[in-house]
């Protein structure tokens, strides 16, 4: 049904009207009386929610949330920032010494920032001709495409889609497997769980305010990430958890968050602060099982009922397997820092009442990453209430609104990604020369320096190939990848690199061609508001103009395949607003009996159409209703706390069952911790998507200090090592170094550091071991698999040092834009 705005309003604020805004978000402002016009402003979409962008003289002079919105983000202030500034890839550009020499340049030169403007009939020239020497020359093999990432907002200029379209036409290349927020976790739990868990809708917040005693975020921090959406967010996920805040001040519910760290989600609840040494996670996890199993506290209905593998899993708890060594309070005490009468209170706390384990994505970016995942997954079946109203376990609750019923309504398709039926490729070759045609997203630099290695990933064997082009679209790889000096090395292999952005990211800077694209700001686009609560259609109108030499991704790539005779064959003969007006009213067909949308001329005037939010949902109540109708997608159908499969791949470093595994480095008495004194903690940032909004220098202002990305630290740390609030340090380990700025906090504990991922790498030159000007933090974080299972990133298990810098810091370099060269 369509709504009015009243009705909407009403809709959104029943449930929270009693409460207090947050302090942390914005304060929403009305944007407009009932009746008024609302034409002199233009709307659109991001991913930190819906906007109005009044426009003069072209120019976009004003934002405002969307009148919708009650809980917006101050990341939306960033926005003129991004569409005005200095990093934006202006004009088609090449590097020097490629333009000079093409293929045969000298590599080692990447990230001089020496480029050259060129045409943009000259830049798709170049780009085809190489596709063709790659095809010709070498095969599928050769050309490596990389679109995994968070993109820009838009159902029909996903960048990712037309890539892949456009280069598939071609011919094949080498792909990527997984990604690099849930690497670890997307893999394990299909075994354990049947299904990916990462990027399911989980447990409605209505019914865990309901029925949850106790609520445990582990390692999540939902207040600080739920700002952000994969597709355009309502932010509706806050007004819960303001309705949580007051049943923690009624003493309603008991909230603990299990972290080395206060996180933002803490301080805003008041709840529970349970500290745990980094990378310990599962030796607690362990000894509360041990504590279950040993006082008789466990489900055995349910362990019987629910889950295979259980009795295999307990010898090795307690002790009788190769270690030896029961996982008892006293055994994991000495590894995660909390005593052992702690960890036995709060496994009896858990078993007690009705319980909800929330866990973040964090936990498993770091060296066995599987296993913390796995064995939150035992913790919650021996407690028995998976598949119960506010209790069970969620891996995804800080994600997209996830948690917001979903209201039932299609949303919108997506510019297709795969050739039409019938369509051929220019080079068909399908013939590998015996390497793999697609590899684990975070393995690719090791692939770059290896090629022709052999490794196991996820029951199979991956052979690299040896790569010679690699096309970057709607990805920053330079942000993403861990360890940077490794990088410089292996991407010198490569001998062309093409990229396409709208900011000159460290990817581009290290790139051969470089095609500006415009921003999502700059075409006309749609898209779903609410990831998973579906809760309506937003237009995405053109706020202004492409800038400068700037083109849509559909605009670039349909120039690449006129090159090759595929461009009809590629937009099917539709312009962009043909293929914007087909989505919606494909849309709107498959809502039609169910949900009234207008048609698209409509819509595109109003701007927006909402649905009715839906109906209270417990995730894995079907399960547990009936376990052999609704059988899990695992192998045997049942929670699988041993798993049969993963054991016959034999790897060393992820068996059977979930196990404690020591780190190559860990702080806090771990391994390398008398070399480095802090754990070096890279989470995802609370004023941008990732390097998303970090070229905006309004909003990168509002946090760095002295122009540098800041470094948060205890007191006690700061104190010993001289250095104040305010100060520049070098945080450095053997693999990297930065500059960054000291904030000192009482929210981190001693030995531990924050560094936030998604800052600009800026090196002080293209020289392998340079030091990064700014402060991001792969610059000194491990490139190394989770396990032979994911093969994911392992970016948290990161030491560090940290010294008060001396002298005169060079400038920030990452945020200029190219050295313009004239031939």
Request: aromatic content about 12%; overall charge negative.
């Amino acid at each position: 049904m369509k709504q009015s705005r009243r009705q909407f309003l009403k809709n959104m604020s029943v449930m929270a009207a009693t409460f207090t805004m947050p302090n942390f978000l914005v304060p929403q402002k009305a944007f407009a009386k009932e009746g008024e016009d609302l034409t002199a402003w233009k709307i659109t979409g991001s991913h930190w929610g819906a906007i109005r962008a009044k426009i003069q003289n072209g120019r976009v002079e004003e934002i405002k949330p969307f009148e919708y919105d009650q809980y917006p983000t101050e990341m939306i202030n960033g926005i003129k920032g991004l569409i005005y500034s200095e990093s934006r890839v202006r004009y088609p550009m090449v590097r020097l010494d490629w333009l000079k020499k093409r293929h045969n340049s000298n590599t080692a030169e990447r990230g001089d920032n020496r480029f050259v403007r060129v045409t943009w009939d000259e830049a798709l020239d170049f780009f085809y001709e190489e596709l063709e020497r790659i095809q010709q020359d070498y095969g599928p093999w050769a050309l490596h495409t990389a679109n995994v990432g968070w993109r820009a907002t838009g159902q029909f200029h996903s960048c990712g889609n037309h890539m892949i379209r456009a280069i598939g036409m071609h011919g094949n290349s080498v792909s990527t497997s997984g990604d690099y927020s849930t690497g670890a976790g997307q893999v394990i739990l299909p075994y354990v769980l049947g299904s990916t868990e990462v990027y399911s809708q989980g447990t409605s917040w209505e019914i865990i305010l309901k029925e949850s005693e106790n609520i445990i975020f582990w390692a999540s921090d939902p207040i600080k990430n739920l700002q952000v959406g994969w597709n355009c967010e309502t932010h509706e996920a806050y007004k819960y958890l303001e309705q949580l805040k007051q049943k923690v001040a009624n003493k309603e519910v008991n909230v603990v968050c299990v972290d080395p760290v206060k996180c933002k989600t803490q301080n805003y609840l008041g709840a529970e602060y349970k500290y745990i040494n980094p990378l310990s996670d599962v030796a607690f996890m362990l000894a509360i099982a041990h504590t279950l199993y040993t006082e008789n506290l466990y489900d055995k209905k349910f362990i019987d009922m629910y889950t295979v593998g259980f009795e295999k899993f307990v010898p090795y708890l307690l002790g009788e397997t190769e270690d030896k060594k029961p996982k008892t309070a006293e055994w994991a005490s000495e590894i995660c820092g909390i005593s052992a009468d702690e960890i036995r209170e709060f496994a009896r706390m858990l078993a007690g009442k009705r319980t909800q384990l929330i866990l973040g994505w964090a936990i498993q970016r770091q060296q066995h990453g599987e296993q913390p995942y796995w064995m939150a997954a035992v913790l919650a079946s021996m407690l028995g209430q998976i598949g119960l109203p506010g209790g069970g376990i969620s891996y995804a609750h800080h994600y997209s609104s996830i948690g917001v019923p979903e209201s039932g309504a299609a949303m919108p398709g997506s510019f297709p990604l795969n050739l039409d039926e019938g369509q051929t490729q220019k080079y068909p070759n399908t013939d590998y020369n015996g390497y793999s045609s697609s590899i684990p997203v975070a393995r690719l630099t090791d692939a770059l320096l290896n090629p022709g290695q052999k490794i196991n990933a996820n029951g199979k064997e991956v052979v690299y190939s040896p790569l010679k082009m690699a096309i970057f679209t709607g990805c920053n790889q330079w942000h993403r990848q861990s360890e940077r000096n490794k990088m410089k090395k292996a991407f010198q292999s490569l001998e062309t690199i093409v990229s396409i952005n709208y900011s000159w990211t460290a990817t581009c800077r290290f790139s051969d061609i470089v095609l500006p694209a415009c921003t999502p700001f700059e075409r006309n686009d749609i898209d779903a508001y609410g990831s998973y609560s579906s809760r309506g259609v937003i237009a995405m109108q053109k706020l202004v103009d492409p800038l400068y030499d700037s083109r849509s991704d559909f605009d670039i790539f349909r120039g690449l395949c006129r090159r090759f005779g595929k461009e009809k064959e590629y937009t099917r003969g539709m312009s962009e607003m043909e293929w914007v007006e087909k989505l919606y009213e494909d849309c709107r067909a498959e809502n039609e009996g169910k949900f009234e949308m207008p048609p698209f001329a409509e819509f595109w005037k109003t701007g927006y159409v909402l649905f009715p939010e839906g109906k209270p949902w417990v995730r894995h109540a079907d399960f547990r209703e009936d376990p052999e109708l609704n059988a899990l997608g695992t192998p045997s159908g049942f929670i699988e706390i041993f798993s049969n499969t993963i054991a016959s791949y034999g790897y060393e470093d992820c068996k059977g069952h979930p196990m404690w595994f020591e780190k190559v480095e860990r702080s806090h008495g771990g391994p390398k911790s008398d070399k480095f004194d802090f754990w070096l903690q890279s989470v995802h940032p609370d004023k941008r998507l990732h390097s998303q909004l970090c070229e905006s220098k309004e909003l990168r202002d509002t946090y760095t200090i002295q122009g540098r990305e800041p470094l948060f630290m205890n007191p006690e740390d700061a104190k010993r090592l001289g250095i104040v609030h305010g100060d520049l340090v070098r945080v450095y380990n053997d693999r990297g170094q930065a500059i960054v700025g000291a904030h000192v906090s009482n929210n981190f504990p001693t030995g531990v550091v924050r560094l936030q991922e998604g800052a600009w790498y800026s090196p002080l030159n293209e020289e392998i071991g340079s030091i990064d000007t700014y402060g991001d933090p792969n610059t000194m974080t491990l490139d190394i698999g989770s396990s032979m299972l994911a093969q994911a990133v392992s970016a948290n298990t990161c030491l560090v040092n940290v010294e008060k810098y001396e002298g005169s810091a060079p400038a920030v370099t990452g945020f200029k834009g190219p050295t313009e060269i004239t031939l």
